[in-house]
């Protein structure tokens, strides 16, 4: 059976500066054996061990869908002592970020689609902190279920977390900031951190809240601009293992 994607699929074709920053700086993208297809890898795949990955022991740090990088690479700038892996699909993306290193040695990219990789790739109790920054909104009724955010899926972060990680998400549409909150607080062992606070005077919900102030650690990026110039709302959301 088709498995339901979380994305749209973009091209992967690369060309001049792009094409030279994919081979020059291969050692920054995580080789894995793929199964079906390019975004995907093999169903029995090991967990990848980190501390090889990384030729280091430390803290590690998670961005689903990071785009051209900017966000994951001025995180990695401004807190060396941390690893950063990105799931991303695009490869042109990728290779964008890749252009872009300038020296950092603290950061991977792994083209492959985390709904189906994640549970293959990263083990129980391996991430301290996971972004999921203005994921596709997939606004349709009918296309709900492509979301990313689901309680199958929130169940799964809860356990690459260590307890006491955090999973730091940010929308730019209202009914799927809803719809985050609610999945959250779904998942036994997720706590949100911030339930009862900040209520959205437009949530069908009422007062109930649960949204975050604007993580300081995340930048205004490509996506989030296009949002608050569209006249769109910005709400965060903290989820933290207990």
Known sequence: MARTKSFTRRGRSLEGALARAWEESGDFIVPV????????????????????????????????????????????????????????VWVPGIAKALNKLDGLTNVRFVEADVAQAGPLLLSPSSVSELWTFFPDPWRKSRHHKRRLVQTEFATQVATWLVPGGRWRLATDWNDYAWWMRDVIESVPVLRNEYAGQNPDLDDPAGNRGGFAPRYDGRIMTTFENKGLQAGRTVHDLVAVRD
């Open 33 to 88: 054996r793929r199964g079906e297809g390019y975004t995907t890898v093999a169903e029995d795949h090991e967990p990848l061990d980190f501390e090889a990955l990384f030729g280091r022991k430390a803290p590690l740090v998670v961005e689903i869908g990071s785009g051209t990088g900017d966000q994951i690479l001025t995180a990695a700038r401004k807190n060396p002592q941390n690893n950063y892996l990105a799931f991303e």
